[in-house]
C-alpha cells in the first residue's frame, strides 16, 4: 500500500501487516462543505481550547503544521511531522486496537481520512480526520507525552484479547459508521445500538485488550491534566469536539485522580462521557501504565499467562527461560502444582529467539502443531538450559544418546537423541530426537511415527502475549472488515450548495468565484433552508465591510434558528466568535 502513498523513513519501516490498513487519502474528494465544517471546528476549537487545553495543544498545532482554514494533507504533513520523529497514515474509519497501538509503537498516527457531516459538527462517534489531526497530532508534539503514546502501543500491541473482543470492535465499527452515515433508519441504528449494548454487557472477564483499552480512551481520548480544580484538557476527543470540549469543565462531568483503577471502567462511545480522570501530569501516565504492564501475561507469563492465550483463541506467543519462543494457536496446557509441565499448539506453530524465527523452525516444519515440557527434570536440582558441556555429559545428554527425561510433574520424554539448539550465551534451547514417545501417564502426546521430535528447553514460562514473536512467520495480511465507512451521496442539490461554499471560500481567499456573496446568500435561502454554515462565513465576510449583507446573513440566521432551534448554540457560536475577532 506504501506505493499509493507519500512514503517517507518512518512509514518505510512498517511492517507489511500493517501496511494493509492505510489508504490513500484522496484529498481531491473533500468537499467545500468539508473544508467549511473543518474551518468552523478549529477556529471554535482554537478560540475556545486556548483557555482550557493543555499549553502543548497551540504550540502543537504551528510545530505540527496543522492549518486552521482547510483540512491537513496528512502525507503533506509527514514533512513536518518527521521533525519530531513522527508519520501519519489514512485508514478507513476504525480498525483493530492491537494494530492500532502498534502503528504508535512505530511513531505512526493513525488518521481516519473522512471528516464528519456538518449535522454531526459537534461530535461524531466515528473517528474523522477533526478528531484524529485536530486531536492527536498536535499534542504529540510534547516530547514527554510522544513517549508515553509510543510506550503505550508498543504495550498494548501485545495484550491478550478474549474471543469476544473482535466481535465487539466490529460491533462498534459498524455502529459508528451508521450513526455517521446519512438517511441510515433510526430502526438500523437502535438495532446496532442494542447490539453493542448486549456484547457490552455480556463479556465476561475483561481481557488484557479490554482493560489497556479502557486506560487509552481514559487518557489518550479523554484526558484530563493538572488538578481536579483546574484542570485542562490533552486527550484528542475532547480536543476535537466542540461540544465536549465545553462539557466536560461543567460540574456535570464528574473528575477522578486518574489510577490504575481506570482500566476497570467502561465507556460508550456513542455518548458525552459522565466522568473524566485528572491526571497530575505526563510522567504520572507513564507510572500507572507501567503498573498495569506489569500484572500483564507479558511481564508475568506463567500459568495464568498460557491460559489466557488458550481462551483468546487468537495467535500468540509465550516466551521461556532460555529465550526461546513458541508462537501459534494456543490448545492445551497440562498443568501441576500451579505451573505448567506442557503446552501444546493447534495448527501453524514457530520457534524463535529474539523476534527471529529459528532456522528449520517456522510454519512448514511445525504446521500440524508444536508441544514440549516445561519445566526442569525429576530428581535432578540443575535445569538443563544450566548445565555445562560436563554436566551434560553427566546427565548422558549428548547426540547418539538413548535418554528418557522424567520432568517434574509426570511429562516422560523417551527417544535418541540427535542434535541440539542453542543461544547466543551457549544454552541449549532445543533438544532434538527421533523414534521418540512423549507421555503423560497413560496419555500418549507424542508418537515415533510422527517425525523428529523438538523438544523446548526451559525450566519457566516468563512471557505470554498476543502476536507472534516474528511477523514474517506466519501470514497476517488477513484483514477483512464486514463494513465500510459510507460516503455521502452526490445530489444536484448538493452539487449546487458545495458550488456557494467553493465562491464562498475563494471570495475569502482572494479568488475568483462563481457566485457572489449576495447571490450566494440569495441561493441558500431560497434552494437550502436547513443550511447555517454558509449564512454565517457570509456574514464573517460582509460584517463591517457590507452592513446590509450582513444585517441580511443575519436575518437568514435568526430564521434558520426559529426552525431549527436544537442548532442555535452553534450559530450563536459562530457569530459570537466573530463578533469578538472584530472588537479585538
Not at 489510577?259 to 501516565?285: G, N
Request: hydrophobic share 35%; with cysteine.
Amino acid at each position: 500500500m506504501l506505493d499509493k502513498v507519500e512514503s517517507n523513513a518512518i512509514l518505510d519501516r512498517l511492517p507489511a501487516h500493517l501496511q494493509q490498513y492505510i489508504k490513500p487519502q484522496n484529498y481531491e474528494d473533500y468537499s467545500p462543505v468539508n473544508h467549511a465544517v473543518w474551518r468552523y471546528v478549529m477556529r471554535k476549537n482554537v478560540d475556545y481550547l486556548s483557555k482550557v487545553a493543555h499549553e502543548s495543544y497551540l504550540d502543537g498545532l504551528k510545530q505540527t503544521g496543522i492549518s486552521i482554514d482547510h483540512i491537513p494533507n496528512m502525507y503533506g504533513m509527514n514533512r513536518i511531522l518527521k521533525e519530531i520523529g513522527w508519520a501519519a497514515v489514512a485508514v478507513d474509519g476504525f480498525i483493530p486496537p492491537a494494530a492500532f497501538m502498534e502503528f504508535q509503537a512505530f511513531n505512526v498516527l493513525v488518521i481516519a481520512s473522512d471528516i464528519r457531516q456538518l449535522e454531526h459538527i459537534e461530535y461524531t462517534p466515528a473517528p474523522d480526520i477533526i478528531h484524529e489531526g485536530a486531536g492527536h497530532a498536535p499534542i504529540i508534539a510534547n516530547p514527554e507525552y510522544a513517549e508515553y503514546l509510543r510506550r503505550f502501543g508498543e504495550i498494548g500491541c501485545k495484550a491478550i484479547s478474549s474471543a469476544k473482543d473482535y466481535e465487539m470492535y466490529e460491533a462498534i465499527r459498524h455502529l459508528s459508521i451508521i450513526k455517521e452515515a446519512e438517511d441510515t433508519p433510526q430502526q438500523e441504528i437502535k438495532k446496532a445500538e442494542k447490539k453493542v449494548d448486549y456484547l457490552q454487557n455480556n463479556m465476561g472477564q475483561p481481557s488484557e485488550m479490554a482493560q489497556i483499552r479502557n486506560l487509552h480512551w481514559w487518557t489518550v481520548e479523554y484526558g484530563l491534566i493538572g488538578t481536579l480544580e483546574d484542570p485542562k484538557i490533552y486527550g484528542a476527543g475532547l480536543l476535537s469536539s466542540i461540544g465536549e470540549s465545553a462539557w466536560c469543565m461543567t460540574d456535570k462531568v464528574k473528575k477522578i485522580p486518574y489510577s490504575i483503577e481506570a482500566c476497570k471502567q467502561e465507556f460508550d462511545i456513542t455518548k458525552p462521557q459522565p466522568q473524566l480522570y485528572v491526571t497530575p501530569d505526563f510522567a504520572h501516565l507513564s507510572s500507572v501504565l507501567e503498573e498495569f504492564a506489569n500484572k500483564m501475561a507479558l511481564r508475568k507469563g506463567g500459568l495464568e499467562g498460557i491460559q489466557k492465550l488458550i481462551d483468546s483463541k487468537n495467535l500468540g506467543t509465550i516466551e521461556l527461560s532460555t529465550g526461546l519462543q513458541i508462537s501459534g494457536d494456543f490448545s492445551k496446557v497440562i498443568e501441576h502444582d500451579s505451573k505448567p509441565i506442557y503446552i501444546q499448539t493447534s495448527g501453524k506453530t514457530a520457534l524463535s529467539h529474539r523476534e527471529k524465527e529459528l532456522v528449520g523452525h517456522g510454519v512448514k516444519n511445525h504446521h500440524e502443531g508444536f508441544g514440549s515440557p516445561i519445566g526442569s527434570l525429576k530428581g535432578i536440582n540443575l535445569a538443563i538450559e544450566d548445565m555445562s558441556p560436563r554436566d551434560l555429559t553427566a546427565y548422558d545428554i549428548y547426540e547418539g544418546e538413548k535418554i528418557e527425561f522424567e520432568f517434574e510433574g509426570g511429562i516422560k520424554v523417551k527417544g535418541e537423541i540427535i542434535t541440539g539448539t542453542r543461544n547466543l550465551q551457549g544454552k541449549i534451547i532445543i533438544i532434538t530426537l527421533k523414534d521418540c514417545t512423549v507421555t503423560y501417564g497413560e496419555e500418549i502426546l507424542f508418537k515415533p511415527e510422527w517425525g523428529k521430535y523438538d523438544m523446548a528447553i526451559g525450566k519457566e514460562v516468563i512471557s505470554a502475549f498476543a502476536g507472534p514473536a516474528d511477523n514474517l512467520s506466519f501470514d497476517l495480511i488477513t484483514h477483512k472488515t464486514s463494513t465500510t465507512t459510507i460516503k455521502s451521496k452526490s445530489t444536484p442539490e448538493r452539487e449546487e450548495l458545495n458550488s456557494l461554499y467553493a465562491s464562498v471560500r475563494n471570495i475569502r481567499e482572494g479568488k475568483d468565484a462563481k457566485f457572489s456573496l449576495g447571490a450566494a446568500l440569495e441561493l441558500v435561502k431560497k434552494h437550502h433552508p436547513k443550511d447555517w454554515l454558509l449564512s454565517v462565513e457570509i456574514y464573517e465576510l460582509t460584517v463591517g465591510k457590507d452592513e446590509k449583507l450582513a444585517k441580511e446573513a443575519l436575518s437568514n440566521l435568526e430564521d434558520v434558528k426559529s426552525r431549527r432551534p436544537d442548532i442555535s448554540h452553534l450559530i450563536d457560536g459562530g457569530i459570537s466568535l466573530i463578533d469578538g475577532q472584530l472588537v479585538s
